[in-house]
């Protein structure tokens, strides 16, 4: 794909926008734990998940959901500042889950991102806290993969494959990636 394909816009239904958030909550949410564990007293990444999931069983998208999506981002960086890594990708993990009723039309590499990055950072905050354990990671890997349904894998497929850089992260974004990206009968 080209600069000029970049431009080009995607078709999205809401009913597709509610299923690709729905999914980005199942991966985000096994990481809510580690971060309530370490930051008990931050309700923010719990509220983007809970707003994001009314979101998904039918609801609006609402101003709340993207300010609780902010709000999540804002713990992760106050966790980071208190070396809680492990927090941080968590909280990180659940703000993308909210951002990913905001996936934009447009046909840029970085869009897979509103889909995929919530598995990247759970996945990544599993395997810090497993001691930094890469194995953990592309264990959950597989898992998002497994959750990923035939509307999640379609939306994602209309945009071009996830960027290079972002660290392990962006490791983990491009392994799930390019594994929904295989045909069904490969994965």
Same mark, same amino acid.
């Given at each position: ?26 991966? &985000?949410?096994? %990481?809510?734990?580690?971060? =309530?564990? #370490?930051?008990p *007293? +931050? ?7 809970? @707003? ?62 509103h889909?995929?990055?919530? &598995?990247?950072? %759970?996945?990544?905050?599993? =395997?810090? #806290?497993?001691? *930094? +354990?890469?194995?953990v990671?592309?264990?959950?890997? @597989? ?18 494959p ?26």
């Open positions: 794909m080209n600069a000029a394909d970049e431009d080009m816009t995607i078709e999205l239904s809401m009913a597709e926008l509610r299923e690709v958030t729905r999914y980005a909550v199942a991966c &985000a949410e096994p %990481a809510l734990a580690i971060f =309530e564990r #370490d930051c *007293d +931050d309700p923010r990444p719990r509220a983007v998940l809970d @707003e994001a999931r009314r979101f998904a069983a039918g609801g609006k998208r609402t101003k709340a959901l993207r300010v609780t999506a902010l709000e999540a981002h804002r713990a992760a960086r106050a966790a980071a500042e208190m070396r809680y890594e492990v927090a941080a990708d968590a909280a990180r993990a659940a703000g993308h889950a909210g951002a990913a009723a905001y996936l934009h039309p447009l046909a840029k590499a970085t869009q897979g991102g889909i995929l990055m919530s &598995a990247a950072h %759970a996945a990544r905050a599993l =395997e810090l #806290d497993a001691g *930094d +354990d890469r194995n990671g592309d264990e959950y890997i @597989e898992k998002a993969t497994g959750l990923a349904s035939t509307i999640v894998v379609s939306v994602l497929t209309r945009y071009p996830a960027p290079s850089g972002r660290g392990r992260v962006g490791d983990l974004w491009r392994k799930l990636d390019a594994s929904l990206r295989q045909p069904a009968t490969d994965r």
